[in-house]
């Protein structure tokens, strides 16, 4: 079963603009994970929060969490048309390692 | 670094038909994933293998699919017979404790059609 749901399921914007996607889950966390799938390059690791944090940035990537709402959100800056690719947040809960994946956000950015 | 290898890419079947999928994951990564991705869905863990023992088989479909992870390296994930239903992309993936935050490492995946 899923964990998570992204928003919006679709995106689409023009290269140089700002992209955000959400995530809610439903269960405390240890950490929450966002990845990144397109065809070239199958499923990638981004980002990892962990439950006590707020905020990460990673180049153009800034993450936040909030534990209280449950939520995440995904904020890509200056996007490319590279980004253009299926985003998915993934929720660690108890001891495993074991990642528990939302439906995703299609991002696709236009020239 | 070679990343975590996977075959075939692509295995077209009829239902009723057996089919096995092999991965090899980073070298000195200990332990291993498969998931299974449906089309427009996020992938869902299938089995979690900590060296050769499995450690989280519960959403695996015991009475078709069986995996393996001989001397903890390389694995082999089985379906016998497919249904029509088994159509999906079968990741693999890796990580280790030794690797900040226990990342998991994915590979391309084997796209199944079960026709």
């Known amino acids: 079963s899923q964990q998570g749901e992204e928003d919006p399921q679709a995106l689409s914007i023009q290269e140089g603009e700002n992209a955000t996607m959400n995530c809610s889950y439903k269960?405390?966390?240890?950490?929450l994970q966002w990845y990144r799938q397109n065809s070239g390059r199958g499923l990638v690791h981004l980002i990892l929060i962990r439950s006590n944090e707020r905020e990460k940035h990673s180049g153009r990537l800034r993450v936040t969490l909030d534990t209280s709402k449950k939520s995440s959100s995904l904020l890509i800056t200056a996007s490319r048309a590279a980004d253009t690719a299926s985003y998915f947040c993934?929720?660690?809960?108890?001891?495993?390692?074991?990642?528990?994946f939302g439906t995703g956000t299609q991002l696709k950015v236009e020239l | 670094e070679a990343g975590v290898v996977q075959s075939p890419r692509y295995k077209i079947i009829e239902k009723k038909q057996p089919v096995a999928f092999w991965c090899n994951p980073i070298?000195?990564?200990?332990?291993l994933y498969w998931y299974r991705q449906n089309l427009g869905q996020g992938p869902e863990l299938l089995i979690r293998y900590e060296n050769e023992e499995a450690v989280d088989d519960s959403q695996l479909p015991k009475d078709r699919f069986s995996a393996e992870r001989l001397k903890g390296v390389d694995s082999t994930l089985k379906i016998q017979p497919a249904e029509l239903g088994d159509s999906a992309v079968y990741l693999c993936?890796?990580?280790?404790?030794?690797?900040?935050?226990?990342?998991?490492?994915f590979g391309p995946g084997t796209r199944l059609t079960v026709l």
């Open positions: 993934a929720t660690v809960t108890g001891g495993g390692n074991k990642l528990t």
């Open positions: 993936a890796s990580s280790s404790q030794q690797v900040s935050y226990n990342e998991q490492f």
């Open positions: 269960t405390s966390i240890n950490n």
């Open positions: 070298s000195g990564h200990n332990t």
